[in-house]
């Protein structure tokens, strides 16, 4: 079973600001089924980002994935006041496993 | 547009059973893979059922295999979640997901009903 922790559990900034979210495997993934999420209070999630790096339908381009094997990265690059939200990281597994990260929540 | 609207939610006492439905427009409802993702108050999310486009393989979480019950019916455009055995650790928002990549990611997402199991 594969473990997904995101980190930090709360980072603060401030809009115009550069955010770092983390997630790690506890072991190796495809990359190809990475996914991360973004949830504002009250609202259902909404994908952000597929297959590690890309960009899902609608998302504006300050949003970024990378990484690979058991380290990936969300980066906005300037935040505006809408991104300040929780986000999750997730994968798929044959087996069938859809882990999500714990979260990690992104406030002002 | 996509849309998915799910139904069904509410109270229920320990041990009861409650059926949600996901109503599906928008897109070709038969050619896709669809889940159910839920979350309890305050936590994170947590995937729990999927079933293919023809409904010839479903695939439960642990925690909910022998009580849930994932079905679709494509004439309908409907997706089901029978819960039965209901448990207070099973209160949460559930939510209707659609994959329509194929990549085993979450690509839209209905606007969740409320599921609370409480006496």
């Known amino acids: 079973e594969i473990v997904l922790t995101q980190s930090p559990g709360t980072l603060s900034l401030s809009p115009g600001e550069r955010a770092t979210l983390s997630c790690r495997a506890s072991?190796?993934?495809?990359?190809?089924?990475l996914a991360w999420y973004q949830q504002k209070p009250g609202q259902a999630p909404r994908l952000l980002i597929y297959?590690?790096?890309s960009r899902a339908t609608g998302i504006p381009d300050r949003f970024s994935g990378s990484g690979s094997g058991t380290d990936f990265t969300l980066t906005i690059s300037r935040l505006e006041p809408e991104d300040f939200a929780v986000y999750y990281c997730q994968h798929h597994s044959q087996s069938p496993e859809y882990p999500f990260g714990q979260g990690t929540k992104l406030e002002i | 547009e996509v849309q998915l609207v799910e139904s069904g939610g509410g109270s229920i006492q320990p041990g009861g059973s409650m059926r949600l439905s996901c109503a599906a427009s928008g897109f070709i409802f038969r050619n896709h893979w669809m889940h159910w993702v839920r979350q309890a108050p305050g936590k994170g999310l947590v995937w729990i059922s999927r079933?293919?486009?023809?409904?010839?393989?479903?695939n439960n979480e642990d925690s909910v295999e022998g009580r849930f019950t994932i079905s679709r019916d494509n004439a309908k455009n409907t997706l089901s979640l029978q819960m039965s055995s209901l448990r207070a650790e099973d209160t949460a928002v559930y939510y209707c997901?659609?994959?329509?990549?194929?990549?085993?990611?979450?690509?839209?997402w209905g606007q969740g009903i409320l599921v609370t199991v409480s006496s």
């Open positions: 079933i293919n486009s023809d409904g010839s393989i479903v």
């Open positions: 072991r190796s993934v495809t990359s190809a089924y």
């Open positions: 997901v659609l994959e329509i990549r194929g990549r085993g990611n979450f690509d839209y």
């Open positions: 297959d590690a790096s």
